[in-house]
């Protein structure tokens, strides 16, 4: 390279010039349940390699475990995990190594949404879900340790089916249990959350 007595500005252009541009292999496909809509990605199987989940619009979700090279085995589907399966996320919540998953359910026959966990069996498929219960209804949730005990928790937005929407945090016990937190005052929900939000039933004498 002949940079002697060039200026620093052209030693930056031929530093550029000679820059290889990124490229991607063709995508492959897998099939997975109907018309998913989320995708979420941890180790279900705890054999260090990551693995895919999906949350499919028959409230089904798919599981494919990943080769460690960039595949994906044939996808495991599970039974239906309740109405409309949104906000998926994936943690280890119980600290076995095998991932687990988190979800909201959108709203059922009454009006109401429910938050969901059901923690690996460290094959692709998933245990019963559990109900954490949560002070108003779930609409979106995030997983971290929020509290630095090493245990998963969950950040849950919230709505009271009205005008006001709430945060929580959820703390988790390492066992798969969420502990409630109090509930943060969060002025008027996002407006897509607005949007979407029904009246509570009308309970009648
Ligand atoms: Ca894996
Ligand atoms: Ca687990
Ligand atoms: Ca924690």
């Not at 409230?59 to 475990?65: E, G, P, R, Y």
């Not at 044939?74 to 076995?96: P, T």
């Not at 928790?153 to 009271?160: M, R, T």
Request: proline fraction near 5%; aromatic fraction near 10%; hydrophobic fraction near 35%.
């Amino acid at each position: 390279m002949r940079f002697g007595t060039r200026t620093t500005s052209t030693r930056l252009v031929e530093a550029l010039e000679s820059r290889r541009l990124l490229s991607f292999s063709p995508a492959a496909s897998y099939p997975v349940g109907p018309n998913p809509h989320e995708v979420v990605t941890a180790d279900f199987n705890h054999d260090g390699r990551l693995d895919l989940a999906t949350a499919n619009g028959n409230d089904t979700v798919s599981v494919l475990l990943g080769d460690g090279v960039g595949g994906f085995g044939v996808a495991r589907q599970s039974a239906d995990l309740g109405q409309k399966i949104h906000s998926l996320a994936a943690a280890d919540f119980n600290n076995d190594g095998k991932g687990d998953l988190a979800w909201v359910n959108d709203y059922d026959d009454f009006g109401f949404t429910n938050l969901s966990v059901a923690l690996g069996n460290g094959d692709g498929t998933f245990r019963a879900p559990t109900f954490p219960r949560t002070e108003w209804g779930p609409w979106t949730l995030a997983t971290g340790d929020f509290n630095g005990d090493g245990k998963i928790d969950l950040a849950v937005s919230e709505s009271d089916y009205s005008s006001f929407g709430y945060f929580e945090a959820l703390l988790g016990d390492g066992k798969g249990g969420f502990g409630q937190a109090e509930g943060r005052y969060n002025s008027y929900p996002p407006r897509r959350r607005a949007d979407r939000c029904r009246p509570r039933p009308q309970r009648h004498a």
